[in-house]
């Protein structure tokens, strides 16, 4: 299983980014996903979720709801992550996987992101 996770950078507050995961080694269509993120010294924290075969369902965390999207492309084993509003606190280390995640499944590189000003 590879999980490779892109598109993270520095913007300003109010500012937007896109991320992306591309998944491989199982079948993409058949896993909810999710997207995670962690700051140093703080424990990973569940950011969306999206159901599987087509993604008719999405779930947010309080504090991302209303200016993050999750989404989906079965076709090209992609997940997608769209940012808008950035704040400050929202800087971490973003991460993807499946749910549910099998025991032993580890999580990819991770892409940074980072909102100064």
């Known amino acids: 299983v590879q999980l490779v996770e892109s598109g993270g950078g520095l913007v300003q507050p109010g500012g937007s980014l896109r991320l992306s995961c591309a998944m491989s080694g199982f079948i993409f269509s058949d896993y909810a996903l999710t997207w995670h993120r962690q700051t140093p010294g703080r424990e990973r924290e569940w950011v969306a979720r999206?159901?599987?075969?087509?993604?008719?369902?999405?779930n947010y965390a309080d504090s991302v709801r209303g200016r993050f999207t999750i989404s989906r492309d079965d076709a090209k084993n992609t997940l997608y992550l769209q940012m808008d509003s950035l704040k400050p606190e929202d800087t971490a280390l973003y991460y993807c996987?499946?749910?549910?995640?099998?025991?032993?499944?580890?999580w990819g590189q991770g892409t940074q992101v980072t909102i100064s000003s």
């Open positions: 999206i159901s599987n075969n087509g993604g008719g369902n999405t």
């Open positions: 996987n499946t749910d549910p995640r099998p025991p032993g499944r580890s």
